[in-house]
Structures are given as C-alpha cells and as structure tokens.
C-alpha cells in the first residue's frame, strides 16, 4: 500500500522545546481523532516508566524502541494486528536510532503512507553528528531546525558538556544521558571559548599542584 506519506527530521539543541513541540503535536492528533503512536529509543533511561517528559511537565505513554528492533517488522506487526495504519508516528531522541532503524521508519513511509516524525539532536558535545541523525540529514523529505537562543544573544547549535563545577568536558564516550547538570546549549563562539578557559584553568591548577 502506498501512499503521501512523509519522513521528517526536526532537529535543535538541548532545552529547545523538541519533546515539547513533539507532545503537543501527539495531543493535537489526538483532539482530531486521528490515529498516532509515540516512541522513543531505550538507550534514554532517565525514566523508570515508558513515557516521553519534557522540562515543562507535560508527559505521555511511548512505545520503547531497543537497539536490535526492526521498525519495519515492529509495525508491520502493529498494523495487522489492529486492522489500523496509524496517520502519524512521532519518534523522541531520534539521534540514538540506529542507521538502519532510520531506513526502516523510511520503509514504513514509503510503503504505508505513514508520516513519521523525528525529534533529536543534531550532533553530540564534541559537534559530531549522531548515526540517526546522520541517516536522517540524508534521507529525511523534510528537515527543520527547532531554533534557540544562546545567553549571547546566538543561535545555539552546540550541546556542550559540562563537569559539576560548569566547566566544558571535551572527552567521553558520545553517548551520556543528563539534563541541565550535565549539559548546555552554546553557540559555537561561546563553546570555543569556554573550552579556551576551562583548557586555562586545567593548565594553571596542574601549575600550582
């Protein structure tokens, strides 16, 4: 069965209101009657229940997506055993998807008609980008950036980590789960020169010791 169906990517830096945008949207269909499903990769384990949260408080029930799932087979599945093709599938940190988990929602797309949505970051706190994300930026039919400001006034673009006394952490694994505590959304002058004085501080304390 084919159809009009679209992939989307709408990406954006940490505390740019995705999973708000992304919620929303899921109450939205909703209040239309229209068929949806929310889903978001287990590798996010901040919550002990399968729910996707934003920062605002608001929350709903999510299908989890595990590193080995086929999403092609996964809602094939679901489409038969409930006699109904949902309209639309919202993915949450799609950035944790894995490339070939990207071509198989593009599979569903294409074959179901399905608009499949993903909401994620674009690259990781060295600026590198994600798999998922890389899959998506190449064959996504629409891609959005979800834009906010740095505290000088910049577009954010970089999702900077930082250590428990703020300061910028350059190295570690890719993938470290955290909220405010652990990370901040910088433009790209901000993170270069942050990195600068956290580089400055390290050098003088190592100095001093």
């Known amino acids: 069965m084919n159809g009009q169906g679209k992939l989307y990517f709408r990406y954006g830096t940490m505390g740019s209101a995705k999973t708000a945008m992304l919620l929303t949207q899921a109450y939205n269909f909703e ?82 008609g399905v608009n499949v949505v993903c909401y994620g970051l674009r690259t990781d706190f060295q600026s590198h980008l994600f798999e998922g994300s890389r899959r998506l930026l190449e064959i996504a039919d629409t891609i959005d950036e979800v834009k906010s400001t740095c505290s000088c006034g910049r577009k954010t673009i970089i999702n900077a980590r930082i250590d428990s006394s703020g300061n910028i952490v350059t190295d570690g694994d890719q993938v470290e789960i955290g909220g405010d505590d652990k990370y901040v959304a910088l433009c790209r002058s901000c993170w270069r020169n942050r990195r600068i004085e956290s580089t400055n501080r390290n050098a003088l304390k190592f100095e001093s010791e």
């Open 31 to 112: 209040e239309r009657g229209m068929e949806y499903l929310c889903m978001k990769p287990i590798i996010d384990d901040r919550e002990n229940d399968n729910v996707i949260r934003s920062r605002i408080g608001i929350e709903r029930k999510c299908t989890w997506i595990y590193p080995d799932t086929d999403l092609y087979e996964m809602l094939k599945e679901l489409f038969e055993r409930t006699l109904v093709v949902k309209d639309w599938i919202l993915v949450d940190e799609s950035q944790f998807l894995k490339a070939q988990q990207i071509d198989q929602l593009a599979r569903v797309v294409d074959d179901y």
